[in-house]
Structure formats: C-alpha cells, structure tokens
DNA sequence: GCCCAGTTTTACACCGGTGTAAACACCGGT
DNA sequence: ACCGGTGTTTACACCGGTGTAAAACTGGGC
C-alpha cells in the first residue's frame, strides 16, 4: 500500500507535471542550479506553491547521502553546563540549516562505545561528541567513518578534531584570582583518581602550578576528590574541608555544581563567603549568577564552543579530503561575583 | 560519483551476494521476519557480521515511509525545565528505538508556526510540541498532518492530545501549604496580564482559590506579574513586594527560578528565608535542592510527563485510525524543603 | 507417483528524489 | 546553409532498502 500517496502529498513528479517540465527540471528549481530560464523557474515556483510541495528528505539523503542531520552526544542534558551547549549547538545548527538530534550516554561506556561504532552513522552527517568514559584507546579503534568533532574536556592526543578551553590556563586564573585576594590555604575540590587524564587533572595542574609558584606548599589535605560533579559531593567534600584543624580560607572548585554545593555547606556552617571561605567555580552555569552569594566563575565561551565545533564538523562533512585534525581552544574569562569579592557597592 | 561504496560500505545486496540468497530474505532476517528457516537465518548473519553490514536508515525510511525520528519543540533547552524534560523524553525514546531531534523556538511565533506549517514533517514520524506564543486559532488552522502532542501548559480546548499536570490543582496544594505554616499575607509572583490563558493564569486561579476559600482576601498588590520567568524577574518583583507598606509573609513563585530569584533579593535587604517569608516555588529544578535555603517547591513528574508524550504519539504514529485527542493530567507533589519549613534537624 | 497445503524464498516494482551525460535551442560568425 | 558555443532541458540510471505476489520447495495423505 502506498501510504504517501494516500495521504495525498505531491511529488516532485507531480510538480513536473504540473510546470509541463521535466523532474530534474524542477529540481534544479528547487536547487537553486543557476541555469533555469526565468520563465521556467517561475512557472515550477507556481506549481510548487499550488500544490504545496514540500520535499521528501528521506529520498534527497538517499539520493545524496547525506542527511542534513548532525547528532548531540553529551552524557547528560539536565547537567547545567551541557543544557547551555546543547542550545548553543542547537542554535548554531538552526543557521546552518542543519538540525540537531541529541543523544545522551548518562556516563555508560559501553553506550559511547555503540556512538563510536556507528550506531547513528546511518542517519547523521557527523557526530559532535563530548566522551566522559572513553578511552583514548577505544577512540584510536574507532573504524566507523562519521565525521566527529569531540567536545569538553578529555585530550586524546590529537587524533580527531577536539574543541575545548585551554583547562590549565583557566584554573591558574582562578586559583591566582583567590590569592590576590589575600588567601593563603587554597583547597580545591573535584580532582579525580591520579589515572584521571581529563578537564580535572588540568585543572589540578594549574592550581598546583600556581600555589608552587606562589611559592605556597600544595597540601595533600586541601585537594578533594569527588566521585560526581553533583552538588551533593561538593556538599560533602567542603564538610571534610571545615573539619580540618586549619581550614581553607579559599576554595576552587573544578564545577560550578560542586561549588554551589560548597556553598551550602559553609552556610550549614554558619560560616560566611567570602569573608571566612571565598569560593571560585568553573563552567558560569546560570545558577551560579542568582545563588547568594553570587558565585565567582570561569566563563567558557560556550557559544564559540559550539560555533566553531559546527564549523569544523561543517567542514570535515563536505571536504572530499578531510583536513588534519585540529586542537582549537576557545577563550574564556574570570567572571567575578559576590563567592570572592563580597556584596555589591 | 559513488560516495557510499567508495567509502566501501557493504550494502543490504552485498549480504545476499554473499549469503547466497536473495536481497529480500537478508530483509526478513533483518526485520525478525517469523518464516525465515534456521540456517538460512544463520547464513545471512554470518554474512551480515562478516561485512559489518548496518542498514542505510534513508533507504529504509524511504521506502516505509518512517523515519523513527521524533521532534521535541521546546522554547529553549537551557531552561531548567526543559533540560530536564528533554532528558527524560530523550531518554524515553532511546528505549523505544527512537531518536530525538530537538528544535528550539526562543519563544518566536513566527518559527512555532514555521514547526506547526511541518517544517520538519519530511523528516520526522511525529511531533512534541510545548507551545508558547501559538494561539488557539493558529492551532485550529494547523494543516500538516504530522502526529504531534502538546506538552506544557497552556490548554487549547482538546484539539490535540496534551500531557500536562493540573496547574490549578497544584496551585492550590503551594497555597494551602503556606497557609497551613499560619501564614496570612500570602503573594504571588509570575502572573501574566489577564488575557494569559496559559499556566499562569491557572496557577493564578488556584492561588486566589485558596485564599478566598480560607476567607482571606485577593489583594492585587501582593500579585506581581513578570515578563520572563527568569531570577532576574523574580527578584525585581520580590523588592517590589518588600517595598509596600505591608510586605507579605510569603510568597507562591510561579516557577522555581523566579523564586530563586526572589529568596535572592530578600537576602540582599537582611531578611532571612523561611523566619520573615516563607516562600515555595514550582517546577522543582535540581538547584532549588541545593540552593541555600533549599526550595520547597511543587515538582511535576517529568519522567511520567516524557512516558506518556512518548507513548500518546507513539499510538497516534503506528494507529492507522488515529485516536480522538487525549487529554492527560499527570501526578505531581510539593517538595517541603528549607524555604518553608525552615533547616533540616 | 501425484496433489495439496503450508512454509520459505524470490523477482521485481517502487519509495522520491539527485547525478550524468547527452540532446536541444538559440545566437552570431563565416 | 553550416558551424561552434553558450545556455537550458531532458532521459534514465541509481541511491538502498521494503512490499507484493508469485514461485519453489517440503512433507503427508491417498
């Protein structure tokens, strides 16, 4: 049975018919192929419109092999920080007249696994994915073809095209930002196993370089592992912290969540921020711009992020030959609230 | 030119050529055909595993009609809301092998009626739509013929299948719980102007419900309309609401952040959350449960709001005869959390 | 050994577009 | 009248699957 033509919708065909052309005619109409006498043109533009043409996508993908469809892969799309991109990309997409199918791993390997297999090669143009259980290994096996752009945080040595902030550069400014404030026991919260190769270990880094070259120790005892980015394990690494002999007069958390959760429990506390703890996150998740206090962040250029990551996939999707991988870094900056710098005027 | 084999993909024929059957018995195999005899069955899977074989989808959905693709229409996905009903609902369709595209209108009416006109309907079976600058009237003219269910709050007298919760209903439970605390001066901020017939207007009517019925009066100056449900709105119309002469001893917040909002500027001017205001806010979003005091709030079932949207289409996609519209209500429950009952232990 | 019903497999048209290459129309130049 | 070139249009195969209806095979009953 033929459903499509039950439901009455015109074909190309039909238009052809209509215009007294030929399909490919009408085609190149709707194509735009610039050898279309005026007439021509005008009278497939009629038929089009009195018949309310619209075309078949499925047959142009098959036809073309693309599908004007590229896909999200992000582990969660409730997390802050991957909310604002994915409408950034979805945004970003919107102009390019592609659209975006979004896709979540909720952290499970063997399902990043299947993304990288191909399990949506058949209906996307290219993947843009952010991996958070993903081996370098398992990205080198990778066989499938589908033009991918990584996004966030993990480097793999620069097989494929990767869109990130500079993780170092931006947790030595925070870190450095707490100590022109006069701060001298600086915790931070959010490392990760020692194995961790990801956003937390750069992190880690800058804020150690910039204690060393401070020429302040760094302390075992200030630095806290999380299991989750999640309010809750912020919560609970900053009680840890309040319960050492000396505790921190500073803390610079790896995410905004594990800071707002910090938050929380200094106030638990009684304590007050900044006066007795000033606190710096990372992402400028939009919470952290109406918490009280306001939280003091680094700001990632999401929408550079997504711009340039659609670019590059844009350009690896319609290149016959794929340029070499490229490492780009997107600017961010300190974004100064109320966590450090106290109420406003 | 050849993309598809000069990329060396195997093709459904390239199975049969190697099974040594006939394209249409690969396809059987594929699609669980029952009368398929074992060792053929098992012939073709080798063969399919042994080429890494995976269907062209843009041929398959061309030739059935389908694309097991669904939209999800919402107004923009960094608002906490619907970054959680976009998980869930993308969630949802994993399970049920169908992929989400997500389109966001910015609140645009001119793009919503670019959706409502089947801008995507080449592409996708079928369509979630959560409206909110469409009319009624926009709504009745609708002639793409994409199954669609509305999601959200404004009510369109039964025209299409429509999940929601019973904003009234909830309103009223938020209300009442202030005035069970002994609260007598209850505001509400986030009404709309009285033309609205959307979430805020019910949410409105609820609210005036309870306070009449409990003998109290409506009074318009604890009624505080905002033109974005955004933290920034929430907090000018709390300093409104602190400047009368006679502030009010809680508040009903319309949505979660603009009561973040507000339980920001009460801070700012010394008060303290819930000893002078109590305050409860709707949507439950995660930072409500983090936020310093946490947000005692009305929280929908978002996870039953994405089961049943996904279900209501999927009927409406697969029925032949499609079902009269569908009207649903879905649970939802008040979260008694610090901003009315004050800190935990 | 033949027929029939039930099971399994196949040939072939079709979904609705696009690419290729050839055909055609029109023009000025010889 | 004929030619070449530019501009415009067309016929037809093809993208890679699925649906239909008919063909081929199987085994049991007579």
Not at 108 to 115: F, G, K, S
Not at 248 to 255: G, R
């Amino acid at each position: 049975m033929d459903v499509n033509r039950a439901a009455g919708r015109p074909r190309l065909a039909d238009v052809a018919a209509r215009a007294g052309v030929s399909k490919k005619t009408v085609s190149n109409v709707i194509n735009e192929f610039p050898f279309v006498a005026d007439h021509t043109r005008s009278r497939v533009l009629e038929a089009i419109s009195e018949l309310g043409y619209r075309p078949n996508l499925s047959a142009r993908n098959l036809a073309q092999g693309r599908t004007g469809i590229i896909a999200l892969v992000i582990s969660q799309l409730d997390m802050p920080y991957f909310s604002e991109l994915a409408r950034h990309v979805v945004d970003v997409a919107q102009g390019r007249s592609w659209v975006v199918l979004i896709e979540q791993t909720m952290n499970d390997r063997t399902y990043e696994q299947r993304i990288l297999d191909g399990d949506l090669s058949r209906r996307i143009d290219g993947l843009l994915f952010s991996p958070s259980r993903t081996s370098a290994a398992a990205l080198h096996r990778r066989t499938d073809a589908t033009p991918m752009v990584l996004l966030g945080e993990v480097i793999y040595d620069g097989m494929f095209d990767h869109v990130s902030i500079d993780n170092v550069a931006a947790a030595r400014e925070a870190t450095a930002h707490l100590l022109s404030l006069g701060r001298r026991r600086v915790a931070a919260i959010g490392a990760k196993g020692s194995r961790a190769r990801g956003a937390s270990r750069q992190r880690l880094e800058g804020y150690q370089q910039v204690l060393s070259e401070a020429g302040l120790p760094v302390e075992p005892e200030l630095i806290r592992q999380t299991p989750r980015y999640v309010g809750e394990a912020g919560a609970a690494a900053m009680e840890e912290l309040l319960d050492l002999a000396r505790p921190p007069d500073a803390v610079f958390c790896f995410t905004d969540l594990l800071a707002l959760g910090a938050l929380r429990a200094i106030h638990r506390r009684g304590l007050r921020v900044p006066d007795d703890i000033a606190i710096v996150g990372h992402d400028d998740i939009p919470y952290g711009r109406i918490s009280t206090p306001s939280l003091t962040t680094i700001s990632p250029d999401k929408r550079a992020i997504a711009e340039i990551a659609v670019d590059l996939l844009e350009q690896r999707v319609s290149n016959r030959t794929p340029p070499p991988p490229r490492e780009v870094h997107v600017e961010f900056a300190l974004k100064v609230r109320e966590s450090t710098a106290g109420p406003a005027g």
